[in-house]
């Protein structure tokens, strides 16, 4: 068994963000002068979190990100930064490079919810959680492989109530993943968390926090325990801690 966090940052913001427009995978934008700061900032917030492994997404807005948080944290000197293109952002196929208000009127005039709206040509919902589901095997896998050793001692879910500081969840946890994505598929991913995976909501959150667009540099962070058995790494609980944290910018 083994207990450990995942602190979900989403990117700073780009000149595309700044427009209102639709990037998707096609549009590999980089971090505006207000985004780097927006890291800058990530970074020293997270400075002293200690942190194990660290995932990206394969896009350059989220790897600048990722890279401006781990300057700044001496736990990730030497570590590992896994690029995993799993963590990219939605395709919004024809809707890629349009205003996002745009895909929104598609929606409507489609007679369709805008968070569950498919651009002719994008990536659907069901395929986007497909994606987090697969990477958060992977992620589970590698956690597993890294930090759990024979003899060693099991950690329970931690409790209690949040004391408003940068490592709120994670200072008894003997493991912790950073992880950089991107607005639409961090949304999915906390719909997954909440709908499918059952995980509860701490007090003060309902779903109107989940399904909200996570800001620039946004940070959700969450508790997993998983247990390793004959039939693989299976997840045993799951506990939320904070849902689009920006108190740093």
Request: charged share 20%; hydrophobic share 40%.
């Amino acid at each position: 068994m083994l207990t450990f966090g995942i602190t979900i940052v989403r990117h700073g913001e780009t000149e595309w963000n700044k427009k209102g427009l639709l990037q998707g995978q096609a549009i590999d934008s980089s971090l505006s002068d207000i985004g780097m700061q927006q890291a800058e900032a990530a970074g020293k917030y997270l400075k002293d979190v200690k942190f194990t492994n660290v995932f990206v997404s394969d896009m350059a807005r989220a790897r600048q990100t990722c890279e401006a948080i781990v300057k700044h944290n001496s736990s990730c000197s030497g570590l590992e930064i896994v690029t995993d293109p799993s963590l990219k952002e939605r395709s919004f196929g024809s809707a890629e490079g349009g205003l996002v208000v745009d895909m929104k009127n598609m929606a409507t005039a489609a007679g369709q919810s805008w968070l569950d709206f498919t651009p002719p040509g994008g990536e659907t919902i069901e395929q986007m959680k497909m994606r987090i589901k697969e990477f958060l095997e992977h992620l589970f896998q590698r956690m597993v492989a890294d930090h759990c050793r024979p003899g060693q001692r099991e950690t329970g879910m931690p409790e209690g109530a949040l004391a408003g500081k940068p490592d709120d969840g994670t200072r008894d946890v003997p493991a912790h993943a950073l992880v950089v994505s991107h607005g639409a598929l961090i949304r999915v991913a906390m719909r997954y968390l909440v709908d499918e995976l059952k995980c509860p909501l701490p007090q003060g959150l309902d779903m109107s926090h989940v399904i909200a667009l996570c800001p620039n540099t946004g940070i959700c962070r969450f508790i997993f325990t998983v247990t390793k058995g004959d039939a693989g790494v299976t997840l045993s609980a799951i506990r939320c801690v904070f849902i689009n944290r920006c108190e740093h910018i």
